[in-house]
């Protein structure tokens, strides 16, 4: 058993390290790209500039010489530069988001059957349909929150999404679906300014203070959403659905999306944006909501 933990820390290793060579020869190669690119249209524009001074006849010996005309295949080269130099940035970029993303959450991800109990449980939002019912994936995490529940590993369910109009209400449905399969009401907490999981994580530490929680979303999003919070200082860990993996197109869709989101939440958490509220509520009545019994000592 001990010789299959040192192969296993072994081989862990190995890929921890090759995964840093990879990153590290991919950012040489960007570096290199920006670099030809930035000297060529540096030199691009010298050139232009210099044909300039030549059409205006400002040449020592004062002989006008005519406008050259710029060739239409060299704009061209100029601008595939450009957008190559970019669209490589940009790939940098979500890389080495995702990168900081997994390295946050890592060690804190774990399957419904081992995770740890906790008295709070943090359910994210996502879409409602017209009728007020949540979709296929909001119902796969609101289903395995109940079962977390069930099993005593959350002792209060917070449900966090969006109630920007009064039309359209996550956190209600939510609710509603949890009170039908049997979770009691006084065990569900709506917060209905979730808008996206950097507000969802900053309001469960500033509004709610909490300083643990179990984060309850899809597989895909796990990752984000626990780095997410730890970054705002909550010891989050988090177990994640993988039921409707079956819905391969949405599936791999939001996998997609939500890798590229990780840039955003960078940007969140450098910026350290702060709390979302619409101008017909206030700070106090956000404050009203806390539940003494969600304070972590």
């Known amino acids: 058993m001990s010789n299959c933990v040192v192969v296993c820390a072994v081989v862990r290793g190995v890929v921890c390290v090759a995964r840093c060579c990879v990153l590290v020869v991919v950012l040489c190669c960007v570096l290199g790209c920006v670099l030809v690119a930035i000297t060529k249209a540096v030199s691009d524009a010298a050139l232009t500039l210099l044909s300039r001074y030549r059409c205006f006849g400002l040449y020592p010996w004062g002989v006008p010489t005519p406008r050259p005309e710029v060739s239409p295949k060299r704009w061209l080269s100029g601008l595939s530069w450009l957008l190559a130099g970019g669209s490589i940035l940009a790939l940098a970029a979500v890389a080495c988001s995702v990168r900081f993303v997994r390295s946050k959450a890592a060690g804190h991800l774990y399957g419904e059957a081992d995770v740890p109990a906790l008295p ?3 359910v994210l939002g996502a879409q409602v349909k017209p009728d007020g019912t949540p979709s296929g994936f909001l119902a796969a995490r609101l289903d395995l929150a109940k079962r977390l529940y069930d099993a005593g590993r959350i002792g209060t369910i917070i449900v966090s999404g969006n109630h920007s109009a009064a039309e359209y209400n996550e956190p209600a449905a939510m609710l509603n679906y949890l009170t039908k399969a049997g979770v009691p009401a006084e065990g569900v907490i709506t917060d209905p300014r979730g808008y996206d999981t950097y507000q969802s994580c900053l309001r469960a530490r500033q509004i709610y203070g909490l300083s643990q929680l179990i984060m309850v979303t899809q597989g895909y999003h796990l990752p984000r959403a626990v780095a997410t919070c730890r970054a705002l200082g909550i010891d989050a860990i988090g177990v994640g659905d993988d039921s409707v993996r079956q819905y391969r197109v ?39 909501w806390r539940t003494p019994s969600l304070d972590q000592t």
């Open 120 to 122: 709070v449980g943090l």
């Open 250 to 288: 949405s599936w791999w869709r939001g996998t997609i999306r939500d890798q590229l989101a990780c840039v955003k939440t960078i940007v969140d958490l450098a910026t350290r944006r702060d709390i979302t509220i619409p101008a017909q509520h206030t700070a106090a009545a956000d404050v009203s």
